[in-house]
């Protein structure tokens, strides 16, 4: 459990905070004690990941602290998303006597296992929840996110580099033998880390791509668009009517959390973060109008294809495709959307960065574990079984 010393306010002597909730951890301080405790003075990592799993606010407006000493609980309400069912006033601290006689029971009891569930019990009791999707803020901020390529189809291997740092992960399902299944379990595997997920369904298909939004895709990455109408078609198949075409079964969904997420329905939409992935010439040619589309988030190039597609296949550093990749980012970005791109040569993926990529993969699961592998079987004298490697990425 995450803790602090500060200074207690009547006796003037140091004791531990707790902050078992902390919905105000990336906007306010908690108030504990009689002082703000700023969010750098706790470990809040995990802490964050209760508060946007996968994208949805699942607990919300409650801060809780409980002193070693004397067992004092202090709460504030300190979510600028949303209000608490006790009408409590954001960067203020009041006492347990302010809950209702049956939520008071915690208020002289040490910190323990069975407080910290109470506390929980408490923010679960607080009914407003908010549709959220920090990739696409982040991309509307002009924040670079920096990403991982997951083809392993697996949720053990996506929990693993999940706690990496990588920005965020795309479970690939153009190329890796995933299904709307395999694609949950990792979407489960993940959400309680920072990294944000990608999903890339096999096409440009609405009945997958609403499968893919129902197990809680919130952002995809539509491969092999060739012009503004699939562009458009990406979009439609994200939205509900009347803006789109997105079939409504949100009771089976666990994207609206089986109907528990208040006005799911409403405020999906804008939760969607569309982008659309240009591999041809012909795609190369209709950029601008591909660009014009409204929903598109972002434009990612897929430089395997596009190389093949222009003569190069295999060869995406052949000085023509460079110069393709390097004007559309520039074109993309002053058409005020993202550019994308995967690419695990670093010295490129680096110039991307410069000329204004947004999200880059700078790396593929199965090809580090495959170098990996191979890199340790050669410092052993083990090269001999290996058949050798070859490939984009």
Partial sequence: MPAATTIDPETQRPRKVFDTISDNAANAGVI???????????????????????????????????????????????????????????????????????????????????????????????????????????????RPQIGLWLGLANSYSAELVAGAGFDWLLIDGEHAPNNVQTVLTQLQAIAPYPSQPVVRPSWNDPVQIKQLLDVGAQTLLVPMVQNADEARDAVAATRYPPAGIRGVGSALARASRWNRIPDYLHEANDAMCVLVQIETREAMSNLASILDVDGIDGVFIGPADLSADMGFAGNPQHPAVQAAIENAIVQIRAAGKAPGILMANEQLAKRYLELGALFVAVGVDTTLLARGAEALAARFGAEKNAPGSSGVY
């Fill in 32 to 142: 504990l004690g009689g002082r703000p405790i700023k969010p750098d003075e706790l470990d809040l990592r995990w802490i964050s990941a209760l508060l946007y799993r996968n994208g949805v606010i699942e607990e919300t407006g409650v801060a809780a602290g409980v002193s070693e000493s004397s067992g004092q609980w202090r709460g504030v309400a300190a979510n600028k998303l949303a209000p608490t069912m006790f009408s409590w006033k954001r960067d203020r601290s009041y006492s347990a006597a302010r809950l209702p006689a049956r939520y008071q029971r915690a208020r002289a009891t040490p910190f323990t296992s069975t407080t910290a569930t109470w506390v929980r019990s408490v923010a679960g009791l607080c009914k407003e929840k908010t549709m959220k999707n920090a990739f696409k803020d982040a991309l509307k901020a002009g």
